[in-house]
């Protein structure tokens, strides 16, 4: 017993000792570990080190809080002041929102295009699935359709274009600066708020989507007013607040799939209440059920539509779920062990879990649509008072305030853990609220601290040391997202920057010209709504489009990829008239996104009149191994195929067969190039054969010694795995350069 009292006396003695340093000291000391810790993880890109400062950082801090006797700074604010500086927080939010907005993001990635397709149709009062007013597309995406009325009723208002669009996303992201200062100002105070404001306004995280035509942002801002209600109606208690609550639930699952877990946060919540205070439920059911009501009202199409299409109501989850066991198989990887077997979802579950808390200070979202480099999602300065903000709430995890912030936290986390690729910025994108609600925490409870310590004048300073972070704060934001990510080749292209570039090219040649288009890009959302209205295009193929075998009275133009650029002699032979241009990378010179060629309907005409039939039949084969009947067969005057969509679904195999007229008697050398199987046989003998091995395999080559005159020839491909592509060269016997085989040369039997 005695040694027991000495223990405890001992151990009181220490927390005397140390609490005698005063709160603020010690959160000093905590603010010094973490910027070390912060060093090792967000710098150098050591983990463990970090992690063992952070560590040390939240204790520290919680000993600062149990050497403290108030719960923070709390003050009064100037109306004048508050206005003000509310005024100065909303211009930079929009600033940050609208600056370069013609030029970041570039493009229209095909996410935007199908909403801005789906709000044509809407707008439009265009059938689909048998309605006119969806309240779920299931096309692409498959997503709840309140999203693109909010964009049809823009299109309506300013026409049709992106940036319409993505002016619903500036919306909606504008509109949670105001939404999160006042959900701030009610937990923490007025200059908490302003804080809380100034975050959210340049963290570029939210700045980010808030530019983009995702629908992800009006979660962000339906999560914020959910918690805001959430906590009146705990607080206040009124009929109003519950109402709201529940109507604000329900509009949360019309939005982006991750708001369907804003009602999961909530019903912790609810729990906790019910452990904790039962007496809320028996003084307000009343208010409760008026709250139900109003959430059935607002969610009833959407549960109808549930009801009736379950399939297609859970399917986009399904196909991105680490239970998606054929998924995880195609895609290998981090996702199957050594032995080539899928890794069971717990473990799956767990290094998401690890990597998604890693993303705000270690390694951040790879995605280059949602970030630059994979940097960590918060800047080196807002990372260390999220680790402290964080820390304090877990440890204060069952007082209330913090029992809600950590329920939605964790439950919007899963929209990530449940799915591949993460650590992914979009679908936990409810996040970024609660993530900055830890980061405010932490700065309330330090100027509590120095309030408490050293007076009111000592805090001013602290609150100047404060501002001047809040500006380096902003200053890294804009560098990260206008500078990083604006200039990130990676960024620039993956917003289908390609694909919308050809859409409105297509667009300006109008209904007198008819575009040759790569089928890929012709299915392609963001194509045909940058094309929109015009339908003045066709699928590209080498038996339609070379020669131009349409009888359309129109002039045409080839809109094709660098890969097809073996095909530019070819077309510049035939049509000599033609207009050449092409359109470059912006940050990669060398790389041709696409090019064109015009010919005037004259020049078409005129090869028409004069164009002999030539080429290979190739018979195409469902299978891989040519037996059968074929499905179809074609004359092909090329082979030069690099299959974005597959002629045949499946794994398929061709056979083309015709003849080969050699002009003189001479050594002949021919090249396949395939990702699988090819091989070619001249009067029966084999000339060449590979196996392909898939992207990037070696060409297969071979030389046949040929008279002059005509011989048969036979040539095979089979593809048994994605990416297929078959084309056959072979060395030019007049110039000695790799060419084509071109036509002139082929006959059908």
Known sequence: MKKKKTAKKSGNTLFRRISGFGPFNLAAASLTLALMGQWCMFVQKWWLPGLVFFTLAVTVFILADNSSKKDGLEEPLDAKVEALAFLGLMLVGIFFRIYMMDQIPAGCFRDEGQNGNEAINIMNGIEVDGTRLPVYIERWTQNAAMYMYFIAAFFKLFGIGVMQIRAVSIVFGVLCIPAFYFLVRRLMGPRMAIVAGFLIAVTSWHVNFSRIGFLGIVTVFLAILCFYFAWRTYVKRKPFDFIMLGVLTALALYSY????????????????????????????????????????????????????????????????????????????????????????????????????????????????????????????????????????????????????????????????????????????????????????????????????????????????????????????????????????????????????????????????????????????????????????????????????????????????????????????????????????????????????????????????????????????????????????????????????????????????????????TADYIFITKSNDFSDLYMDGKEVLKTNGEGKGAPDGRGSAHLSAGFHTIQLRYHESIHYSKMQFYWRNPETGDEEVVPSDVLYPR
């Open 257 to 664: 799939l991750a708001g369907r877990l804003i009602p999961a946060g909530l019903l912790l919540f609810c729990a906790y209440i019910l452990v904790t205070e039962m007496k809320f439920y028996v003084k307000n059911w009343k208010n409760i059920l008026i709250a139900l009501a109003a959430f059935m009202i607002v969610i009833f199409p959407l549960f109808h539509y549930a009801l009736k299409n379950p399939e297609q109501f859970s399917s986009r989850q399904a196909v991105v779920s680490i239970f998606n066991q054929e998924m995880l198989h195609e895609v290998g990887g981090r996702y199957v062990e050594k032995d080539g077997k899928n890794k069971h979802w717990t473990k799956l579950y767990a290094e998401s879990f690890a990597y998604t808390m890693l993303m705000y200070n270690y390694k951040g979202d790879g995605n280059p649509r949602h970030n630059a480099g994979a940097m960590p999602m918060l800047d080196f300065i807002t990372g260390i008072f999220l680790v402290l903000g964080f820390g304090y709430a877990l440890i204060n995890i069952f007082k209330p305030r913090y029992f809600l912030m950590m329920s939605m936290y964790f439950s919007f986390m899963q929209a990530g853990l449940f799915s591949t690729e993460s650590p992914q910025a979009y679908r936990t994108i409810a996040e970024i609220p609660i993530v900055l609600l830890f980061v405010v925490v932490a700065v309330w409870k330090i100027l509590g601290y120095a309030r408490e310590q050293y007076g009111k004048n000592f805090t001013k300073t602290v609150m100047i040391a404060g501002a001047v972070l809040l500006a380096c704060v902003g200053y890294l934001n804009y560098d990260r997202y206008f500078d990083k990510f604006g200039n990130n080749p990676g960024s620039w292209a993956e917003f289908s920057t390609d694909e919308f570039s050809v859409g409105r090219y297509v667009h300006s040649l109008g209904d007198d010209w008819q575009a040759m288009v790569p089928p890929a890009w012709v299915e392609s959302y963001t194509f045909r709504f940058a094309a929109y209205p015009y339908e003045n295009f066709v699928q590209f193929s080498l038996a339609d489009c070379v020669p131009i075998q349409s009888k359309l009275r129109k002039n045409f133009s080839y809109v094709l990829d660098e890969s097809y650029m073996p095909l530019l002699p070819i077309i510049k032979k035939m049509y000599p008239g033609g207009k050449y241009s092409e359109v470059r990378h912006k940050f990669i010179p060398t790389e041709v996104l696409y090019f064109t060629y015009e010919v005037p309907y004259e020049a078409v005409k005129a090869y028409q009149e004069t164009a002999k039939v030539n080429g290979l039949t190739g018979a195409y084969y469902r299978g891989i191994d040519w037996k059968g009947a074929p499905l179809f067969t074609r004359l092909d005057p090329f082979i030069l195929f690099n299959w974005t969509i597959d002629p045949i679904m499946g794994p398929f195999s061709v056979k083309w067969t015709g003849r080969f007229k050699a002009e003189k």
